[in-house]
Nanobody
């Protein structure tokens, strides 16, 4: 069984920063691509950033230059540093990986940016 648990969400003012973390278990973490998604109220879940096993990163255009995804393979953690936050970054943020032929999701962590 694969478990993903996000943490670090909260309420922040516009322009502020937050750092999200996702702790993984049940997989050989270092060989898997890890991704962050978000879902705002009334909207579809969207890919925000991902990081491959080799450390290559990619970002949604809407967050490029403001968010930074990283991983610590020794601790099985993937992090998302979020800077210059905007009210439209408000969403539940989810960690995801694909392993053993299926997608695995965390329970999500709420990020609220007040304007």
């Amino acid at each position: 069984q694969v478990y993903l648990k996000e943490s670090g969400g909260g309420l922040v003012q516009s322009g502020g920063s937050l750092r999200l973390s996702c702790a993984a278990s049940g997989i050989n973490f270092k060989i898997y691509t890890m991704a962050w998604y978000r879902q705002a109220p009334g909207k579809e879940r969207e890919l925000v950033a991902n990081i491959t096993s080799s450390g290559q990163t990619s970002y949604a255009e809407s967050v490029q230059g403001r968010l930074d995804v990283s991983r610590n393979n020794a601790r099985n953690i993937v992090s998302l540093q979020m800077n210059s936050l905007k009210p439209n970054d408000t969403a539940v943020y989810y960690c995801k990986t694909r392993a053993f032929g299926r997608d695995w999701w965390g329970q999500g962590t709420q990020v609220t940016v007040s304007g």
